[in-house]
């Protein structure tokens, strides 16, 4: 299912948009202290899927429509769904070629065709910058913005950020 402005399954709910690199696939961890998680290959390439991801984020589809909003595009519903326990396919953003915007961040211009101004949303990303929590800021529509760090990922303080904000909507 590829994005669609403003189109969702499930209206009621807000969008919680899903980065994978850094939130569900791990890097930059020590290697003698490896997350648990269980290694998978995608065009040759290993990622180390978080086992605290699996965890987490099937619960999150409780208060969210869940939506990839990765550089994997829809190859993340190739891979993504069975490994952390989701019902997919998941509607995925789609990026221009260029992928850039005049805003200073690549995912901005796809989330906001995608999610329009007011939908209330939350994005989890390891590479949210000061672009981010710029237009964060000026959105019209409820924004939570939820950091995560690369080595680490999706963990139980984010979850709960996550579900108390959407609590409150």
Not at 18 to 23: E, L, P, Q, R, S
Not at 39 to 59: K, N
Not at 66 to 92: F, H, I, Q, R
Request: negative net charge.
């Amino acid at each position: 299912m590829k994005s669609t402005p403003e189109n969702s399954r499930q209206p009621g709910k807000p969008l919680l948009l899903i980065d994978v690199d850094g939130v569900i696939s791990l890097f930059d961890f020590d290697p003698a202290d490896q997350p648990p998680g269980n290694w998978l290959t995608v065009d040759g390439i290993l990622h180390l899927c978080s086992a605290r991801a699996a965890e987490h984020l099937p619960p999150l589809g409780n208060h969210f429509e869940l939506v990839w909003c990765t550089g994997w595009e829809e190859k993340a519903n190739d891979y993504l769904p069975s490994e952390m326990g989701l019902a997919g396919p998941l509607p995925y953003l789609q990026f221009e070629p260029s992928a850039g915007t005049t805003r200073g961040h690549w995912k901005l211009d796809a989330i906001d065709r995608f999610a329009g101004d007011h939908r209330p949303l939350a994005w989890i990303d390891d590479g949210l910058d000061a672009a981010c929590h710029q237009w964060a800021a000026e959105r019209p529509g409820p924004t939570l913005l939820v950091t995560t760090q690369p080595s680490e990922g999706i963990d139980q303080h984010h979850a709960l950020e996550l579900r108390t904000w959407a609590a409150q909507l």
